[in-house]
């Protein structure tokens, strides 16, 4: 029988049997022939001198396309999401912790949409000063001695340490204790020596006088050498005398027996130093190693209080309780100074969208002319005593506050951010409240603010990915966190900024020192010295309706009804990266808070709770609470 064969209703040409195994054979042929040559490391091979000479490498084979490991892909396999670290919720941020933070898209890893991948938290360094809170009984004293261990421990805490105020309760901990009983020593020496044992009880770390304050930038040498926790040597630096050691356990316990075994020093000495045998040794086996004065440290010891600030110094004779108060003042006003000369270039509220964000980013102004506002001191134009050349803050030339719509990465310039929610940004660039679903998707760009903020980082054309990426550089890098702080407009500024910059921030706002009568309320005076790269600023009326705009997005955050929720899932998927990038500062934000708290619960049961803030934390008065 014969037909007509047919391939894509084309007629093919009829072969005889024997042609088609002919034709078979040769492609069974060729099929072999590219198989041994493309699946070379397939077939097992005896070893030859080949393998050796052989340079190319067989890599194991990888599919080509990952399957999306996004909890926005349908087809991902069902995975356990990471266990949920200890402390890591705050009201409805909640994060994790991990080395892989830079991760754009946070939920890849933690599987929850609302958990935000942060930089793991850095070991901070332990440092310690000693306090007898049993020593002193008059209260006024006691209480400006609280105010001066405030304001040590808050200073160091924003330079990245954990600060630890020790008591005779340690020293007595200390085996050695019993040796010191049994010697008659005089009041001061026995002091130190108590301060001594108490620390190495501790182990390593760092000694410090509560006098001894960090007044310097982050990146500093010596503070990021302390910051680091790791100490030979025992070290004492040149012109601080008694204000800060450093050194590793054995090098402390070798220096606290050399003291305890010198009978003869203990009779004409009053501090450990004197105690030690340094002078007649080769510098090799010096207990102490002495480093050159350091740039960053402040020690307001009583010779230099008394040489510097005479005024303060004369306060400390006739009342010590308040002379304490006004060194205090002192000390708080000279870490404000430090803050405002490091960031010569001023202050940036960052306002990407500057036609109706004046509302949104009301909070971070205000708090830029806390920061720029000349410090309250009892010597206003004193320098604190490691830079005897600062620049003292005059009032009629205050810090500049800018208002540019992007993010610059200069380290003399220091950014408050606001990261506004895409419902929020959405409602205040539409400038209406009635957006829907159609407005969102027809209307609407993706990730404005996000696009916006990093135009002058990664120009246009950049998807939200690496925008992301560099927005998280931005807001928890270890050199940028110092740089830059990033709030959320839905929430209030949080009450213990203060910690975030070690100082105490002037909460009353003469405006910058110029006197007009401050004004609250909705009507903001527009700038009149206000640079044009700043942007329009809002009208009385403007500013208003902004404000009630954002109100009602706040609420709407709150309100969980089914319609709202659906609409603010469409946005948040709309708007991926805007919505991590909130996520993101959100959680930075509440962790390094709750970092705080749990440090501050732990300590608060030593040291008699020296040191402590006495009563409320100190709010942002009327400023802030105007919605
Ligand atoms: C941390 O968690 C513990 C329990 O695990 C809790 O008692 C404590 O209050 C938490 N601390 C903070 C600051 O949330
Ligand atoms: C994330 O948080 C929102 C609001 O709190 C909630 O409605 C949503 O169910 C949460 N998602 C998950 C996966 O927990
Ligand atoms: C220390 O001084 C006291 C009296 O001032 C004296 O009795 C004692 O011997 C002195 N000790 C030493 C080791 O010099
Ligand atoms: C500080 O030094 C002065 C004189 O140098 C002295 O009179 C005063 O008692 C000292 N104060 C303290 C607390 O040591
Ligand atoms: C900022 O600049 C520093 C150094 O110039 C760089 O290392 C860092 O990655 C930059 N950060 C961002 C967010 O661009
Ligand atoms: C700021 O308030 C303090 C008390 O809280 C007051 O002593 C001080 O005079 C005020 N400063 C200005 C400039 O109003």
């Known amino acids: 029988m014969c037909f007509q064969r047919s391939l894509f209703g084309k007629p093919v040409p009829n072969l005889p049997p024997r042609r088609i195994s ?69 009201g409805e941020a909640k994060w994790f912790s991990n080395w892989n933070w830079l991760s754009p898209f946070s939920s890849s890893v933690t ?22 809170h049993t020593a002193v009984k008059d209260e006024a004293l006691k209480e400006a001695q609280n105010a001066l261990l405030l304001t040590w421990r808050r200073a160091w805490w924003a330079q990245g340490f954990k600060p630890i105020i020790l008591s005779p309760a340690e020293t007595m901990n200390n085996p050695l204790y019993t040796e010191l009983q049994m010697k008659d020593l005089n009041e001061q020496l026995k002091t130190d020596m108590s301060r001594w044992l108490a620390w190495e ?193 005059v009032s009629s030339t205050p810090l500049v506050i800018s208002t540019p719509p992007n993010y610059i990465n200069t380290s003399t310039l220091y950014t408050i951010g606001t990261v506004p929610h895409p419902y929020t940004m959405a409602v205040l660039s ?12 027809r209307e609407s760009e993706r990730d404005p603010w996000l696009t916006k903020l990093t135009k002058l980082l990664l120009g246009t054309g950049v998807s939200g990915a690496p925008r992301v990426v560099k927005f998280k550089e931005a807001v928890a890098g270890a050199q940028e966190m110092y740089h830059s702080l990033w709030v959320t407009p839905e929430k209030d500024l949080p009450h213990d900024l203060d910690w975030n910059f070690g100082f105490t921030i002037p909460r009353n706002a003469t405006d910058r020192g110029k006197s007009e009568t401050p004004v609250p309320g909705p009507e903001r005076r527009p700038q009149p010295e206000s640079d044009p790269r700043d942007g329009p600023v809002a009208t009385p009326e403007e500013f208003k309706k902004e404000k009630d705009l954002l109100k009602r997005a706040i609420d709407f955050g709150k309100a969980r009804s089914e319609p709202e929720e659906k609409l603010r899932g469409a946005i948040e998927k709309w708007n991926l990266a805007d919505t991590e990038a909130w996520r993101f500062a959100r959680a930075f934000l509440a962790r390094s808070r709750v970092e705080r708290l749990q440090w501050a619960e732990q300590e608060k049961k030593y040291a008699g709770g020296s040191g402590a803030e006495r009563g409320k934390s100190e709010g942002w008065g009327r400023w802030f609470d105007e919605r």
Not at 298 to 326: H, W
């Open 22 to 90: 002919v034709l078979l054979s040769t492609i069974a042929v060729l099929v072999v022939i590219t198989l041994v040559f493309t699946l070379p490391s397939s077939i097992p091979s005896a070893p030859s001198l080949g393998r050796f000479t052989d340079h190319r490498i067989s890599l194991p084979a990888l599919p080509k396309k990952l399957p999306s490991p996004s909890i926005l892909n349908p087809f991902r396999q069902a995975a356990h999401p990471p266990p949920v670290q200890k402390n890591s919720t705050s």
């Open 111 to 132: 599987l929850d949409e609302n958990r935000s991948l942060l930089p793991p938290l850095f070991p901070r360094a332990p440092i310690y000063t000693y306090y007898d």
């Open 201 to 393: 009880n501790m182990g390593s770390g760092i000694l410090c006088n509560y006098m001894t304050l960090p007044m310097g930038p982050q990146e500093d040498p010596l503070l990021t050498f302390l910051r680091n926790g790791k100490y030979v040597k025992l070290t004492r630096y040149s012109g601080l005398d008694n204000g800060i050691f450093v050194g590793s356990s054995a090098a402390i316990t070798a220096a606290v027996k050399e003291s305890l075994a010198n009978k003869q020093a203990m009779n004409t000495t009053t501090d450990f130093i004197g105690t030690i045998n340094d002078k007649e040794v080769d510098e090799e086996s010096r207990t102490f190693e002495v480093d050159s004065k350091p740039d960053s440290i402040a020690y307001y010891d009583n010779k230099t209080v008394t040489e510097k600030y005479s005024k303060i110094a004369k306060e400390i004779q006739d009342d010590p309780a308040k002379g304490l108060q006004a060194l205090n003042k002192l000390m708080i006003s000279h870490l404000h100074t430090t803050w405002q000369n490091r960031f010569s270039d001023g202050i940036a509220v960052l306002k990407p969208f500057p036609e109706h964000m004046s509302a949104a980013v009301a909070p971070a102004r205000k708090l830029a002319d806390f920061l720029a506002q000349c410090p309250e001191s009892p010597m206003p134009a004193s320098c604190p005593p490691n830079k005897p050349k600062c620049n003292p803050c």
């Open 430 to 441: 539409a400038f209406r409240d009635d957006i829907d679903v159609r407005w969102i998707r």
